[in-house]
DNA sequence: GCAAAAGTGTTCACATTACACCCATGG
DNA sequence: CCATGGGTGTAATGTGAACACTTTTGC
């Protein structure tokens, strides 16, 4: 390869760059979900012939008048039906060999979704939910961008309350609970954990109660998006464990 | 555009795709630097007639043959001459606009070097070390990328101690409590400063003091690299102030 | 001797942890 | 009445923040 230091550089001087313009730009998104109180993800499974029934991550190329935020909106628009969801861009991938098709570089976004909200459209190749902890092997670079989007999302439950997107809009703490600790891979106090919650301030009582539970029904409540908001202007907002 | 669910899948269909493949790809590196006590950052004149005597981070186009690290790596080693750089990945930015060459989707990096320890190469184009604080305005989204790329390193540097990769091998501690200061834009404790960063176990006394200091002269410690390595195997390192 | 920074401990407030019993509901 | 989880408080420990004086060197 020639010395970048004897060509002219992309950021400083006019230079014919068309041999530069070769890429193809994809996105692939982790989309979490929640369910049985397990972390789930939803995968397809791939019919390129070298990764046949493999797991693949939902992802897709970037159309040249589109960003990367509003391709993976559309993938997961067109997957779940949803919008509003929460995303976020974790890393880029660019293994030179990553995909059969040519040289292509994929963005990875993680989106948390709640998975009894929606109906998963286009049913064809096995769009399902797949338990985090049991997946062994993907194809491509999958089971690498999952880890990573898995960790990333780990970190972040403990720095905002982004956890709350996986949930229904009304919920119990045991839910609350027993999410943060699929997420986690840790068991938490219960006392301790309400405690650290309700401090939080953005738990808001809704004056409901579980029903349909064997057991005596839990309290129901909902996020406080509007004193987050507030808070967030102010400083983060950590939930540490 | 053709709603994606109605179009075969690059994950999960062979598909001709040839029209997706008009992407350029490049890296921009914000190259962290610490002098005078001030955070610096490496940048050079745009020569581009959009951006006429505008400073722009240090960048490049990705080959189609080389993956993003070592297209990073290679910009750091042709611009300071150094190899073994601390050098993170960050975020991509993909605006449609946001490059004059046509649709070039560029993955943002810090890296951190020690400001004094490099030559400059390609002295051409000003390439020249300017304090972060004093930054108004930058050619293409570089102003973003700048202020996406502090904020990283503000929040990695309290989560792991890459931050010695901006100092000499041997340093005092108040070389140290500035350099944080300086990227945290805080002031700290001098007696918590020290009695934190001692219990990390981190530093190593070279029993040797400062010298044509017009004080009285500190120890000088360097970085316990191999304690650090076996820490990370066990849990992370946590430095918040 | 003066200026400048090195070096050094204690106290207080707050946050985290560990831990056990009674209560409400469905079956 | 039994199984299941809901709901509650306190004591001990650890962590972060605030804070002042003496010492060493160069000039």
């Given at each position: 390869?020639?010395?970048?230091?004897?060509?002219?550089?992309?950021?400083?001087s006019?230079?014919?760059?068309?041999?530069f313009?070769?890429?193809?730009?994809s996105?692939d998104?982790?989309?979490?979900?929640?369910?049985?109180?397990?972390?789930?993800?939803?995968?397809i499974?791939?019919?390129?012939?070298?990764?046949q029934?493999?797991?693949?991550?939902?992802?897709?190329?970037?159309?040249?008048?589109?960003?990367?935020?509003?391709?993976?909106?559309?993938?997961?628009?067109d997957?779940?039906g949803?919008?509003?969801?929460?995303?976020?861009?974790?890393?880029?991938?660019?293994?030179?060999?990553?995909?059969?098709?040519?040289?292509?570089?994929?963005?990875?976004?993680?989106?948390l979704?709640n998975?009894?909200?929606?109906q998963?459209r286009?049913?064809?190749?096995?769009l399902?939910?797949h338990?985090?902890?049991d997946i062994?092997?993907?194809a491509?670079?999958?089971?690498?961008?999952?880890?990573?989007?898995?960790?990333?999302?780990?970190k972040?439950i403990?720095?905002?309350?982004?956890?709350?997107?996986?949930?229904?809009?009304k919920?119990?703490?045991?839910?609350l609970?027993?999410?943060?600790?699929a997420?986690?891979?840790?068991?938490?106090?219960?006392?301790?954990?309400?405690?650290k919650?309700?401090?939080?301030?953005?738990?808001?009582?809704?004056?409901?109660?579980?029903?349909?539970?064997?057991?005596?029904p839990?309290?129901?409540?909902t996020?406080?998006?509007?004193?987050?908001?507030?808070m967030?202007?102010?400083?983060?907002?950590?939930?540490?464990?």
């Amino acid at each position: 390869m020639t010395p970048s230091r004897k060509k002219p550089n992309i950021n400083c001087s006019p230079v014919d760059t068309s041999h530069f313009f070769g890429f193809a730009v994809s996105v692939d998104c982790v989309i979490f979900g929640f369910d049985e109180n397990v972390l789930k993800v939803l995968l397809i499974k791939s019919d390129l012939p070298t990764f046949q029934d493999k797991w693949s991550l939902l992802g897709d190329l970037v159309e040249l008048d589109e960003d990367l935020d509003s391709a993976s909106y559309r993938v997961l628009k067109d997957r779940t039906g949803l919008e509003n969801v929460y995303l976020e861009q974790v890393h880029t991938f660019s293994s030179v060999g990553r995909h059969p098709a040519g040289r292509v570089v994929s963005t990875a976004y993680f989106s948390l979704v709640n998975a009894r909200h929606h109906q998963l459209r286009q049913l064809a190749n096995e769009l399902h939910w797949h338990p985090v902890a049991d997946i062994q092997e993907m194809a491509f670079d999958h089971m690498e961008i999952l880890n990573t989007c898995l960790a990333a999302l780990q970190k972040k439950i403990q720095e905002e309350p982004i956890i709350f997107n996986l949930l229904e809009n009304k919920f119990s703490l045991r839910e609350l609970q027993y999410l943060y600790e699929a997420i986690l891979g840790v068991k938490l106090d219960r006392r301790n954990f309400r405690k650290k919650l309700f401090t939080t301030g953005l738990l808001v009582d809704v004056d409901e109660m579980e029903e349909n539970v064997p057991h005596r029904p839990g309290k129901l409540y909902t996020f406080n998006h509007g004193r987050y908001s507030n808070m967030k202007k102010k400083t983060f907002v950590g939930i540490d464990f």
